[in-house]
């Protein structure tokens, strides 16, 4: 079910902008009162740096419990990409929308973009998306311009690129289904509101979201059944096996999964547990049997990394990267002496100052 997307000839057309505060402060909004054109230098400025964030990202689409139809998110978009014209009539809409729901304390006040882009590969077809980005801080720079013979330096504030907060991209692909939508937020603890609340969006569960969601699962169920006296290498040793499996495979098959990797019944219910509120979350059931995405594999990878904190002020830090062969570069053990444990590692050569 995963969608090939080629952004090599997308071009941004136009740009609605807002300012988005939070109600509950008094904070205004304030809309742009016509379209801002975008002339051919900007685009080829503004284009990658807009579409840059939305890169493997896991598939998300509008969601409504009775109907598409009821769908405001929905709807605008559909909107837009029928009349091009309407860009700023609903992209204001859009910008209110996120205003009204920006209501709880801990939502930032930022800068809107709303902009409409043309030419991006959708399985081998050409279609237009509809790219919303939200920047809750500024940052200061500095440029340096020629004056009367002179070099002078200017001081400014104003948007990094490289950390825009939160984003989406609503592609005119999947209309039927509540679009093909890419999104991120940066943020982590308020992605509900983003994705949720004011984006109104559930996750489409092809083969990215299903590695994603089948490997750190089992890695959470696999931690699950070890005591808390448990090292953390040996945690980290254990999330590694369990990604092993999917490293090794093509192919996930459940039952195959629970017999290799989670064993215990214990471990079994666990799993099934938590994919049940997922499934729950999707609105229908995972599916048991499917092609393993290698590069989301890569990424639940990280998430087996192993640091052990001391009493005596030292950490270390075990990337996930280290094979399970290696086990032994790290020695447990007592010093009678001196009444205290201690750790050993062992290593070739200190590469701290690379």
Not at 119 to 141: H, R, W, Y
Not at 162 to 187: A, M, Q
Not at 191 to 209: I, Y
Not at 333 to 340: N, V, Y
Request: hydrophobic content about 40%; some cysteine; charged content about 30%.
């Amino acid at each position: 079910m995963s969608v090939k997307i080629r952004f090599n000839s997308a071009v941004v057309t136009g740009l609605v902008l807002a300012k988005v505060g939070n109600p509950q402060r008094d904070e205004p909004l304030q809309t742009s009162k016509e379209v801002f054109a975008v002339d051919e230098e900007q685009r080829e400025i503004l284009t990658p740096l807009f579409l840059k964030p939305f890169k493997n990202l896991v598939a998300h689409r509008f969601q409504h419990h009775s109907s598409l139809e009821k769908h405001e998110m929905n709807l605008l978009a559909t909107a837009i990409f029928g009349a091009p014209g309407s860009l700023l009539a609903n992209g204001c809409d859009i910008a209110r929308r996120l205003y009204s729901k920006s209501n709880h304390p801990n939502i930032k006040s930022g800068d809107l973009c709303i902009s409409r882009i043309d030419d991006i590969e959708v399985e081998g077809q050409m279609t237009n998306a509809l790219c919303i980005l939200k920047s809750e801080s500024v940052v200061p720079f500095l440029s340096i311009s020629t004056e009367d013979g002179d070099l002078k330096l200017h001081t400014a504030e104003g948007i990094n690129p490289e950390k825009i907060d939160k984003g989406c991209l609503i592609l005119n692909h999947w209309p039927e289904k509540g679009y093909y939508v890419l999104t991120f937020d940066r943020s982590g603890g308020e992605s509900r509101f983003w994705v949720r609340e004011f984006l109104g969006l559930q996750a489409v569960p092809d083969a990215a979201f299903l590695t994603n969601a089948y490997a750190e699962l089992a890695v959470a169920a696999v931690r699950q059944e070890m005591d808390e006296s448990v090292p953390p290498e040996e945690s980290s040793r254990a999330a590694r096996e369990v990604i092993a499996y999917f490293d090794d495979r093509e192919h996930f098959d459940l039952e195959e999964f629970e017999q290799k990797i989670l064993k215990t019944p214990d471990a079994v219910a666990h799993f099934a547990g938590e994919r049940m509120k997922i499934e729950e979350e999707c609105g229908e059931p995972l599916e048991t049997n499917f092609e393993i995405s290698p590069k989301d594999v890569k990424k639940v990878m990280k998430h087996t990394a192993a640091v052990v904190k001391l009493d005596t002020g030292f950490e270390i830090h075990i990337k996930p990267g280290v094979a399970t062969t290696n086990e032994w570069l790290l020695e447990r053990g007592l010093d009678e002496a001196k009444g205290m444990k201690f750790i050993k590692l062992y290593f070739n050569e200190d590469v701290s100052g690379r």
